[in-house]
């Protein structure tokens, strides 16, 4: 509870009883005026009886006469001698009223009675008839009298009642207020230690960045002065095929190396941008883990033993991203190579269970080894970016500390789950589940050929790639389609432009070219008057993959977006797609 909020609190009630104070003095004193008018009604009464029985013994007592009219006057709320209080009774002021007129009566008689023209049966009469009226007066004013004190008892009930409350509410507001200054400070303490976590975690992500860009120039610059040293070596030996062909394969596999460092660099940009997607297709998974086999094998150490169990799988025809789940099983067992002794065993076993999920199947992958392991605290953060292991044999190994983060967002993203199991020096596992769409068994490759008959269809590629274009032509070529071919944007619109209406029947557009890029040419054919500049497809082939990529080719008149590397059969369906 706020300050403010408990001084209008005290505030009010300071005025709540304020105000009962006053109505409990204002009623009091009503009543002390109420038994005034009482006493003063006995007065007259009495001092009527009093002079009548002087009168009949002869005895006049003109004051008296005075005294019974002021308090007459007084009563009726007139001037007067004695300051009477005024009765604010319907009923009592009647009475007075008609005991006014009586009094008038009597005291003309009284006159006439000292005259000897009134006989004293007379007087005795009239006095009888104004002492009944003085007694009715006398209870009319102790009636109200009684309901006024009745009224001013529970008025004063009411206040004490009202009073008891307000203190129990002052007191519950007090425990309140003191209870809610815990709470802020609480809240004030836990925030703060909040803000020195965040402040602790952002110097700890900013000192990780900063080493994580020193250990990039590193791991960059190692395989960049490899390729060109090979580089340099293979042209001083040209004559030489022997020392070439090393040089070659020395090359390549550095610049694989270099690849999967800038690729993890991209995944990485990609998932903090909250731009990170999944591509799903079919796959055949007895091929996916037979490749997957291949490589690994290929990696590991000659001494190193590889394990790879998959038996007992029914669905083999499955939809997902088959890619990315290659780069989350490559990138563990990688680090089981790495950081698993020559003599040591690593092993993946594959087993498929049932999934709640209508036309999906449950995949569970367990990727071991008897390597270093880990201990408890980084096995913590493992999946935390720029994280690797304090130790001298991890420190010597290549990698950006990326690679664990990347792979827990990628399950995450297939909305799976991944755990981890491990000891120090007794080697580590990993479990991961995720559940993929069961996809239909694949076309022969007679029906392939059958079904991708493009021998009718005109398709205007456009790549300033030479070796790109070729890459094209060749996969392209046991459909029978007509290529042909523009090297940037400028000459695909010419092409377009001097051809006969509907001779092509579809556009493959790469975006990056000299001259004139890809948007530019789409915008150029989509806004000409030729009647199939607005219905021939034009599908983007690029290397641009983010998510502002696809809207843009998608926004300047292009109808679908494949990314390079080309996976040939999705293309091949495109183009069947959308040449019908």
Request: one cysteine or more; proline letters at 1%; charged letters at 20%.
């Amino acid at each position: 509870m706020k300050k403010s909020t408990l001084l209008h609190l005290i505030i009010l009630f300071s005025i709540i009883l304020i105000i009962q104070n006053y109505l409990i003095i204002f009623a009091v004193h009503g009543m002390t005026g109420d038994a005034s008018v009482v006493n003063y009604s006995g007065f007259v009464r009495g001092a009527t009886q009093k002079l009548v029985k002087l009168e009949m013994s002869s005895i006049t007592n003109d004051p008296l006469i005075n005294q019974i009219d002021n308090y007459l006057l007084g009563l009726a709320g007139c001037e007067n001698d004695y300051d009477i209080p005024y009765m604010d009774d319907k009923t009592f002021q009647h009475t007075l009223l008609e005991l006014s007129i009586t009094w008038t009566q009597l005291k003309q008689v009284i006159y006439d009675y000292r005259n000897g023209s009134v006989k004293e049966d007379t007087l005795l009469e009239l006095s009888e008839k104004h002492f009944a009226i003085a007694n009715e007066m006398v209870h009319d004013a102790e009636l109200f009298s009684a309901h006024k004190l009745i009224q001013t008892e529970t008025l004063i009930r009411v206040g004490l009642i009202s009073l008891t409350f307000i203190m129990i509410f002052a007191v519950i507001i007090g425990h309140l207020f003191r209870r809610s200054e815990k709470e802020h400070l609480f809240q004030l303490t836990s925030k703060n230690k909040e803000l020195e976590v965040a402040v602790k975690n952002a110097e700890q992500a900013s000192k990780s960045k900063s080493i994580f860009f020193s250990n990039m120039s590193h791991e960059i610059r190692t395989p960049l002065n490899g390729i060109i040293g090979m580089t340099s070596v293979a042209n001083e030996n040209l004559a030489d095929m022997i020392k070439v062909k090393h040089c070659l394969n020395h090359i390549s596999i550095t610049s694989n190396h270099l690849l999967g460092l800038i690729n993890e660099i991209l995944d990485m940009a990609k998932i903090e941008s909250g731009k990170f997607t999944l591509n799903n297709s079919e796959f055949y998974l007895i091929d996916f883990m037979e490749n997957l086999a291949s490589i690994i094998n290929s990696s590991k150490a000659s001494e190193q033993e590889f394990i790879v169990d998959y038996s007992n799988i029914e669905n083999k025809y499955l939809i997902g991203d088959f890619i990315r789940l290659n780069q989350v099983l490559i990138n563990i067992l990688s680090n089981s190579i790495k950081f698993t002794p020559n003599d040591g065993k690593i092993g993946i076993t594959l087993h498929e269970m049932t999934s709640h999920k209508d036309n999906f199947t449950h995949l569970q992958f367990k990727c071991y080894d008897s390597g270093i392991g880990m201990s408890e605290e980084f096995k913590n953060k493992l999946f935390d970016t720029f994280t690797r292991e304090n130790d001298f044999r991890i420190n010597k190994a290549e990698g950006t500390g990326l690679g664990m983060f990347i792979t827990k967002s990628i399950i995450d993203a297939m909305e799976g789950n991944i755990k981890v199991e491990s000891q120090k020096e007794k080697g580590s596992t990993f479990i991961i589940d995720v559940e993929f769409e069961i996809g239909k068994e694949p076309m022969s490759k007679q029906e392939e050929l059958l079904q991708y008959d493009f021998s009718h269809i005109n398709i205007l590629l456009v790549e300033d790639n030479e070796l790109n274009a070729e890459i094209v032509t060749e996969l392209l070529s046991d459909t029978k389609a007509n290529l042909f071919i523009a090297d940037n944007g400028q000459v695909a619109v010419n092409m377009f432009f001097t051809s006969d209406e509907s001779f092509y029947d579809i556009i493959l557009m790469d975006i990056q070219m000299p001259i004139m890029n890809g948007y530019d040419a789409t915008l150029l054919i989509r806004k000409s008057n030729r009647k199939d500049s607005s219905t021939i497809p034009i599908i983007a082939m690029t290397a641009n993959s983010f998510e502002t990529d696809i809207k843009e080719a998608l926004n300047c008149g292009m109808n679908a977006h494949v990314t390079k590397p080309i996976d040939f059969n999705n293309l091949k369906s495109l183009i069947k797609n959308y040449t019908n």
